[in-house]
């Protein structure tokens, strides 16, 4: 079973940048596409940022030109830097493969607020 584990959300405002880390407890981030997914209150959890093991990325269109995705082979660890932080951003955000696995971390919360 493979453990999540997010780091590094917090309140912010508007504007405002956040990096976001993810460890996993073995080595899943160089063979899997990681994602990071969140989820904003009463609202389903979805994928917004991925990296394939070759290195390509993909995000939804709300925040493309602003969230950046990354990994550390060697830490098993995935990254997610968030810039130009907006109201919508608000959520827990959590990372896993994608397709997930079916064991979650808790979650880290972002919250950006005025």
């Known amino acids: 079973q493979v453990h999540l584990v997010e780091s590094g959300g917090g309140l912010v405002q508007p504007g405002e940048s956040l990096r976001l880390s993810c460890a996993a407890s073995?080595?899943?981030?160089?063979?899997?596409?990681m994602g990071w997914y969140r989820q904003a209150l009463g609202k389903e959890r979805e994928l917004v940022a991925k990296?394939?093991?070759?290195?390509?990325?993909d995000y939804i269109d709300p925040v493309k030109g602003r969230f950046t995705i990354s990994r550390d082979n060697a830490k098993t660890m995935v990254y997610l830097q968030m810039n130009s932080l907006k109201l919508e951003d608000t959520a827990v955000y959590y990372c896993n493969a994608a397709p997930a696995f079916n064991s979650w971390g808790q979650g880290t919360q972002v919250t950006v607020s005025s």
């Open positions: 073995r080595n899943i981030v160089k063979i899997n596409t």
């Open positions: 990296i394939f093991p070759d290195g390509f990325t």
